[in-house]
């Protein structure tokens, strides 16, 4: 039977171990991002919960220089690429009428991020997809996030997203963001997307002030 001291031991070594790994694991996402996704859509759409899901605890916040809009930046790896991931001010449109619409189009034209996730309510898909249109037009990567599926289902809707995907020419993912189911999907699609559009090498060790100046918008 092990005594007290030494049960003591293998505790304070444990903690020890997990302390030494979480502050390796912090370090990592200090590193300079590889690539960078934009999270757009309306307002109540569980585009904040998608970020969440994607970012977890490494989130800053910041207001948007010159306004008291606020910014969220999240970072999180993906097949060993470490993603900035950006959860833009509420918009429903890239022709600005508010404040956060301006800021949310300034940030995207700006930053040109590697790829764009609109989140939409699976519900009102005829009132939002306009946005879509614009983003595609506008030369973003983009992903279609369907969120709400499951009260699209409850109201009697049939989305087929293989047909949607079709028509936009641009990956559409189902998401239910309150459970996470389709969460994991969309990470994959993320990935996938942004090593399909973008031939730029990855930009390690690249600033995003240098980056303005010499990348090329994503078709």
């Known amino acids: 039977m092990d005594k007290p001291e030494e049960v003591r031991r293998r505790r304070s070594i444990g903690a020890y171990i ?5 502050r390796l694991r912090r ?3 200090e590193l300079e991002p590889q690539r960078q996704v934009a999270i757009v859509g309306s307002p109540n759409v569980g585009k904040s919960l998608i970020f969440n899901r994607l970012t977890g605890i490494y989130v800053t916040v910041s207001n948007y220089p010159g306004t008291t809009v606020e910014i969220f930046r999240g970072r999180t790896y993906i097949d060993g690429v470490l993603y900035e991931i950006v959860d833009t001010p509420g918009m429903y ?6 404040d956060e619409e301006r800021v949310a189009r300034k940030l995207l034209m700006e930053e040109r991020p ?6 939409v309510d699976a519900k009102n898909l005829e009132r939002i997809l306009p946005l879509t ?6 030369g973003f990567t983009v992903v279609l996030a369907l969120n709400m599926m499951d009260e699209a289902k409850k109201v009697g809707l049939r989305i087929n997203t293989e047909i949607l995907s079709e028509i936009l020419c641009v990956p559409v993912v189902p998401v239910v963001a309150t459970t996470g189911q389709g ?9 996938e997307t942004v ?4 031939t ?3 930009r390690c060790g690249v600033r995003k002030s240098d980056q303005s100046h010499s990348r090329t918008p994503a078709r």
């Not at 997990?18 to 979480?22: I, L, T």
């Not at 449109?93 to 508010?98: E, K, M, W």
């Not at 249109?133 to 506008?138: F, G, N």
């Not at 090593?195 to 973008?198: D, G, I, V």
């Open 133 to 138: 249109l614009q983003l595609i037009e506008s």
């Open 195 to 198: 090593r399909a559009s973008n």
């Open 27 to 29: 370090r990592s996402y």
């Open 18 to 22: 997990a302390e030494w790994w979480n």
């Open 183 to 191: 969460i994991a999907e969309l990470r994959r699609v993320i990935h």
């Open 200 to 202: 730029n090498q990855i």
């Open 114 to 119: 590697d790829l764009v996730v609109h989140v």
């Open 93 to 98: 449109s890239l022709l600005p009428s508010s």
